[in-house]
């Protein structure tokens, strides 16, 4: 069984920032495709909802993973970090075996 992932209030809080400061409503969709220094990496960007999205929501504002996506995202946490660095969406995922040190690319 696949256990959906779950977002934060302060990843919710932020997209509700990011929507007040645009023009239209747009969904966080967190995506899985292969690729980056350990096999896959993390797409996050601003979409619509789609046919067989999972959508998550809170605060008004929404998290959309697609089908193909959702079994490497089960039972993940989606948050948002403020540091000194930079302010960044991070994904805690217990399916990952290893990721690299950017955090936005993982081995399974």
Do not use: W
């Amino acid at each position: 069984m696949t256990l959906p992932p779950k977002v934060t209030e302060r990843a919710f809080q932020r997209i509700a920032e990011i929507n007040a400061s645009s023009t239209g409503q747009k969904a966080l969709r967190v995506a899985v495709e292969g690729g980056g220094c350990s096999g896959f990496q993390y797409e996050i960007t601003l979409d619509e909802p789609g046919d067989g999205d999972l959508v998550l929501e809170g605060q008004g504002q929404k998290v959309v993973v697609d089908e193909v996506s959702l079994p490497f995202l089960s039972n993940a946490v989606i948050d948002f970090s403020e540091e000194l660095i930079g302010a960044r969406f991070v994904i805690e995922n217990p399916n990952a075996a290893s990721s690299c040190g950017c955090g936005t690319s993982f081995s399974m």
